[in-house]
């Protein structure tokens, strides 16, 4: 049994014309013989409508219920869109998350996959050739029903992929498919044919908003082969894979940027054993994600620490900082929202050297200020100004000429 | 573990202010000591805002799948609810079909109940003191989800309160009981303080809107103890119990009326063996529900049959009559949309002889000429004029005293 699955998203089921639209896309891989899944999301802005429900009936709801509520959305996406293939005369049916028995644990909003049934929906494909199977749902380990979060259908995709061991994962969407950089930025931006797990997992961690980030690591994990793709054209998208010979020949995949970042510095710390966990322990327990984090050698026993976070947690995370001042006498804190990041990745980076001061060298060439610098063994972040970042993404894209395919 | 079912309909849970006044409901057995299982139907207008949405999906739109669609009209009230309590300060949960266990026969869309998990409920309680049930609601043998077709929500009630052995299964509506009479209609209707399951079910097929008939069926079956009370004050409504000794002093327990009656005359069809069959055999297969029949003596080898329907069916009937014409010669079709049926319930009726001629001695007090009769043990039914149905409904309250307790 060949097997294809096909996720679709909110505004690729948003109404009756957007569903007629998608049913073309399901007949392709029917008409080549294989079974198929079609995961769906929400119809555009129902999940909002809900969650504007919610926060009317409650002013903090339970998680648990407020999971029940919104996964009305995918059922009813799924039930029309399962009428529609049976007036088309396609033997299909909806399947929820309880009929697949699709096993998470108990976070409730932020829900993980620990388990799908594959043996249920192969029986299903007895008697039917396209299961309609509801996104962003499952169950939890006391039976109730559990969300995966926002973006959350594309990691059921590849999770029910993964278990039936489907040839394909098709996850349509607006755009095209993974670029070298934001074709909104720069004009020369070109679709990647291919692109590998690491390197979709920095891309996507950068604010490249094309995947959810919990599907790419699912798809690496069990190796499952997406394909971005539009809903909007016939043409192929970008096939994420396993590396292989073709990749290696690639230096980089992309230049990224992420506008949501802000600075705090702690300026003269008292650099003793144990003070990094003292910052950065109750902003963990603060819930504050903390991204990128430098700390300069010391000097005169007290050093500067300076980390970046999300926008909307910046006042949270100050003032989790000023409880610190009584321990860390002398300290200063200063803090900006207006910077942002800028990425470039590529899995070829491993192999050679010199990327690093050319990218510098780039961005110095355009008299932008580096202000904080993060690498990994596949990409290179610099904190910049937000004014600079447009500049920066294009400076980038040209240096390292991504426009032209590199073969 | 005291156990106490309360359902409430659409109306009921129309809002968050009409939530508020459910949740006053729900706390007056809590405080009594019960466990309460509330049971809710979808908020008022989403059960048709959902069917509204499967027409415009498809022309017929498949039934698994319309009953996948319109369940979440429950599933979206049943969340709300249980964050209000919860916002209260008392242990309750959402508890959806699924869940509970609740298994239906496959006739999706009017679906029967055939057990429970009465285990699985009584494991909720162990850690919350409400369970707000989705009523409407089951799941089919291949483990789709049904529903049990409009007015399910008592059934769901009655039956949830059969499996746990209830207390008391209450049935709030918009309405404070049953009446002996239409309140609207003959100003001296009393209410009722009880009646047995028997009467309720003449009373409910008869067209008082108050129960939706399966849930009598199955308070009788499994002797289920249901009150039937508003939603819009603290009084006490019409108790549904088995017949007691009280009853059995109570000679007739109300007059009912129903308005949705049309009738087929078939004059002077050629009396011959198996010529029932040949009418109604296929009227059913047709789908049309026959109400009352008479049939004369036949007389010089033809005989006259006369049959009701729902005036909805009058032309489909017709129809399917005009085919039988071929092997009737000389038959002669006439039909009527304007009769209505007028009925007297009461299991004292049993005992006592006389009622009949009473009945239509008060009715020709009126001038008002009787078109069919039909009787059962325990109701007696006339087919009249509809122009005369308020005042026949008057005429027999007033002439069996309704209006005064009968003690």
């Given amino acids: 049994m060949k097997i294809m699955v096909q996720k679709f998203g909110g505004t690729s089921v948003a109404d009756l014309a957007c569903m007629r639209r998608v049913l073309d896309k399901v007949r392709v891989p029917l008409g080549q013989g294989f079974k198929v899944v079609a995961v769906l999301s929400a119809r555009a802005g129902e999940t ?69 049934d594959q043996a249920a929906l192969r029986a299903m494909f007895q008697e039917h050739d396209v299961l309609v199977a509801a996104g962003f749902q499952g169950v939890s380990p006391s039976g109730r029903i559990s969300t995966l979060g926002r973006g959350g259908s594309d990691t059921s995709a590849v999770a029910i992929a993964a278990a039936l061991k489907a040839e394909m994962c098709e996850i349509y969407t607006d755009v095209e498919g993974v670029f070298t950089a934001d074709p909104n930025i720069v004009s020369g931006a070109r679709k990647l044919e291919r692109i590998n797990y690491d390197e979709m997992l920095e891309m996507a961690s950068m604010g490249a908003k094309v995947l959810e980030i919990r599907s790419v690591e699912f798809a690496r994990k069990y190796s499952v082969p997406v394909h971005v793709r539009s809903t909007f054209t016939d043409a192929p998208g970008t096939l994420l894979i396993k590396e292989d010979k073709k990749m290696e020949n690639a230096l980089l995949s992309g230049v990224t940027q992420d506008k949501d970042q802000a600075r705090i510095t702690l300026r003269a710390c008292p650099d003793r ?17 903390v991204d990128m984090i430098v700390q300069n050698p010391s000097r005169d026993g007290v050093t500067d620490v300076t980390f970046t976070v999300s926008r909307k947690d910046l006042k949270k995370a100050l003032a989790e900082v000023e409880k610190l001042r009584a321990r860390m006498e002398g300290m200063e804190v200063l803090h900006d929202a207006g910077v942002c990041k800028v990425s470039l990745v590529g899995v070829g980076m491993r192999n050679h050297s010199g990327i690093a001061a050319k990218a510098f060298e780039a961005l110095a060439g ?42």
Avoid at 381 to 394: D, T
Wanted: proline content about 4%; aromatic content about 6%; hydrophobic content about 50%.
């Fill in 273 to 289: 054993p144990g003070v990094s966990a003292g910052i950065f322990g109750p902003l963990a327990e603060a819930g504050i994600t």
């Fill in 48 to 116: 909002n409508r809900l969650l504007a429900l919610a926060d009317e009936w409650s002013p903090a709801p339970d998680p648990a219920e407020c999971d029940a509520l919104i996964s009305t959305g995918e059922q009813v996406s799924t039930a029309l869109f399962a009428m529609l293939l049976k007036d088309a005369g396609i033997k299909a049916r909806s399947v929820l998350a309880f009929q697949a028995g699709i096993l998470t644990n108990a976070e409730y909003g932020k829900a993980r996959i620990a388990s799908i």
């Fill in 366 to 407: 355009e008299n932008i200020n580096i202000l904080m610098i993060s690498t990994s063994e596949i990409k290179i972040s610099c904190l910049i100004e937000e004014k600079y970042i447009e500049l920066a993404v294009r400076a980038l894209h040209d240096a390292f000429e991504l426009g032209h395919v590199q073969r």
